[in-house]
């Protein structure tokens, strides 16, 4: 799957894709928005997106590209 990440100044977005293996088009399975983590640390940060992955019932370990 698929990471994208939109980060503006007020919002950052995170979708999930499912890519396609015969070169069609990738396949959304879902997506986040949040307000732009302006303090955060690094490792704040992968929290957020661990515990959002959770809710969803999805796998890290799934992304095999940002």
Request: glycine share 10%.
């Amino acid at each position: 799957m698929l990471l994208a990440l939109d980060v503006g100044n007020t919002n950052a977005v995170f979708g999930l894709y499912r890519l396609n293996s015969h070169g069609g088009k990738s396949k959304a399975i879902t997506h986040w928005r949040i307000t732009t983590p302006r303090d955060q640390t690094a490792d704040e940060f992968g929290i957020l997106l661990q515990q959002l992955f959770a809710l969803r019932r999805l796998k890290t370990e799934s992304v095999t590209g940002i």
